[in-house]
């Protein structure tokens, strides 16, 4: 005898088939399963098909040649790393490349890699991250950007426009045959602060096109035109991340910035469109569904990808991520940003690098120079903390900006202070470099960034197949989290219109990638 299908099991398995209508009558019953172009019966609920690839902004897709509106985010270090790039771009979505804390030379070995290995046939980014300590770096990755016909970056960490990335938008803009200005240079711009994201949905500042003509980096011409469009069409309204983090809550964040874009695209009256995405926190389908039902034009996922195989890190950082709880995130100094007094989030389950930064951000606070702190004090620093003597320090620092930004050294000679903050900034940027190659006895001193999310996402595939850290695969992750999204707004609009689902539905559950593209794609 056949077993009769309960409600349950019926209403899992359509509102599973995410391509598909259903139709339901209100109140309690089962669903019917429509065919494609069909029509409910009068009187009957009807919840439409959510194909994953009409999730999000469709002028975003168009725009980025992207299939489903998910990026990877830029993490330092190469940590968002070529593979992860590589494995997003051919899975239809984006990837931007870590390219901060990289020197020059790597992050163009990393371009000739992805430009290699994807070509024109698959979408890809690198980050430009503002560095206000060094500019001459900043300086150096736009003119490699440029020169290598890299098309887009995510700017990110931004206090303020640069001239560097006003030349990396505005170098190349003409006018079509049809007299419309084209910009070839596009820009993802992260953002946590109002001030911060009105300056990207502005047009370049005037006073740098200036500079910029004075300069002879773009004409009169292109100036004026430059006047005329948004440095960003794109802003990511980063909330409570890894990382550069002002812990702000999406619920409030993303409802900010779009009535910002709102009004800055009444303002100026440009002719393309602004778009607002979300991240931070976007680890599970309740995050992504609740992001895009708020009007997200794309989705944003970090901590999770560094917890992937195909991250720059270490299989020690990905066994501790995959451990992390809801209370195991903590701020600390950043390292580019150390003497500003900027944190970063990072993981403090298994590591005591949140703890002993900010110790080394209370010594610079309260000391002008390292001579200054008693001894001591700097003997328990030496052992505990730096495991060398700080002049061997300050000799491997010195070695190592005398190729990177030999005008850091001169600054710091001339101000003992300076030079002991890049004694201190050693230690943070050791402490990432550690955890990325897993040097194991350096372990209780790995700096990783992680924010909540990850916690979330650990909790939510608990007891699937994406609770290993080995099976996490970046692309699996995020169709999981846009598929699980789109089962759960489809199971709001039944409930919104007065249908009554069986308890435990919907139930929201990691599947393997091949099934999620035979239940999500398009008829």
């Not at 950082?317 to 903590?330: E, G, P, S, T, Y």
């Not at 300076?418 to 004694?423: D, E, G």
Request: charged share 25%.
């Amino acid at each position: 005898m056949q077993r009769v299908e309960t409600d349950r099991e019926a209403w899992e398995r359509a509102l599973g088939e995410v391509a598909r209508g259903v139709a339901a009558n209100p109140g309690e019953g089962p669903p019917r399963l429509l065919e494609p172009g069909s029509a409910p019966p009068a009187g009957a609920a009807f919840i439409p098909p959510q194909p994953l690839e009409l999730l999000g902004d469709a002028s975003f897709r168009r725009l980025h040649g992207v299939r489903h509106a998910v990026v990877a985010g830029a993490m330092a270090n190469g940590i968002a790393s070529v593979e992860l790039v590589e494995a997003m771009g051919r899975a239809g979505m984006l990837g931007f490349f870590g390219s901060a804390g990289l020197p020059v030379d790597a992050v163009e070995r990393a371009v000739d890699r992805i430009q290699g290995g994807l070509g024109d046939k698959a979408p890809c980014g690198f980050n430009l991250i503002h560095s206000p300590s060094e500019p001459a770096i900043e300086s150096a990755v736009v003119d490699l950007y440029l020169r290598r016909g890299v098309r887009l970056v995510e700017a990110s960490a931004y206090l303020g426009l640069t001239p560097s990335v006003v030349r990396y938008r505005v170098s190349g803009i003409h006018r079509d045959e049809r007299g419309r200005v084209v910009v070839p240079n596009r820009i993802v711009a992260k953002a946590s602060r109002v001030e911060v994201a009105s300056r990207f949905l502005a047009p370049p500042p005037e006073k740098i096109l200036r500079e910029l003509v004075a300069q002879g980096a773009i004409s009169a011409d292109q100036a004026a035109m430059a006047a005329t469009i948004p440095m960003a069409e794109d802003l990511t309204a980063e909330a409570d991340s890894g990382g550069h983090t002002d812990n702000q809550p999406l619920v409030v964040l993303l409802p900010t910035f779009l009535a910002l874009r709102d009004r800055m695209a009444a303002e100026h009256g440009y002719d393309r469109p602004l778009r607002v995405g979300a991240a931070g926190g976007i680890s599970t389908p309740w995050a992504a569904a609740g992001a895009l039902a708020m009007g997200a034009a794309y989705l944003v996922t970090g901590s999770v990808n560094q917890a992937c195989v195909e991250a720059g890190t270490s299989d020690a950082v990905r066994a501790m991520l995959a451990k992390a709880q809801q209370a195991d995130v903590a701020m600390a100094p950043a390292a580019d940003m150390f003497e500003m007094g900027v944190k970063v989030q990072v993981l403090k389950r298994g590591t005591m690098f949140a703890m002993r930064a900010a110790k080394l951000y209370e010594y610079y606070r309260a000391h002008d120079r390292i001579e200054s702190i008693p001894e001591a004090d700097r003997q328990a620093l030496e052992k505990t903390i730096f495991r060398l003597p700080l002049s061997e320090v300050w000799e491997q620092t010195r070695a190592f900006f005398a190729r990177r930004d030999p005008s850091q050294i001169a600054r710091a000679e001339a101000d003992p202070k300076i030079k002991m903050a890049l004694v201190f900034r050693w230690y943070l940027g050791q402490a990432s470099r550690w955890a990325n190659v897993g040097e194991p006895s350096r372990a209780v001193d790995y700096q990783v960034w992680c924010g909540p999310a990850m916690a979330a996402f650990n909790d939510w595939t608990r007891g699937s197949f994406l609770e290993a850290p080995e099976a996490r695969r970046a692309p699996d992750v995020a169709l999981n989290i846009l598929y699980n999204a789109a089962v759960l707004l489809r199971a709001r609009a039944a409930a919104m219109q007065g249908v009554i689902l069986p308890d435990g539905i919907p139930r929201l559950a990691p599947l393997p990638r091949e099934e999620i593209e035979k239940r999500g794609a398009k008829p």
